[in-house]
């Protein structure tokens, strides 16, 4: 298993088709574009930053294929 940048539920979608829900981390700076690796226990993704709340809350999207590297 990756670093994990983000405790993250990859089944809680925000309002957005495909956009996922996550807390702003403590001490994590995030900005839109940035990718970082999230998880639960039992799975993790690499994510792309599509938003950043001022309410805490990060909007992510999951990365797919070709543009995981």
């Known amino acids: 298993m990756p ?3 983000v405790v993250a539920d990859l089944n809680f979608e925000g309002d ?3 956009v996922l829900l996550a807390r702003v981390p403590a001490g994590c700076v995030s ?3 940035t990718v970082l ?3 639960t226990l039992t799975a993790w ?3 792309r930053v599509e938003a950043v709340g ?3 809350w ?5 990365r797919h294929g070709s543009e995981v590297g």
């Open 3 to 5: 670093h994990i940048d």
């Open 16 to 18: 957005g088709a495909g």
């Open 31 to 33: 900005t839109v574009g």
């Open 37 to 39: 690796a999230a998880s």
């Open 45 to 47: 993704s690499q994510v």
């Open 54 to 56: 001022k309410d805490g």
């Open 58 to 62: 990060l909007g992510l999207r999951l």
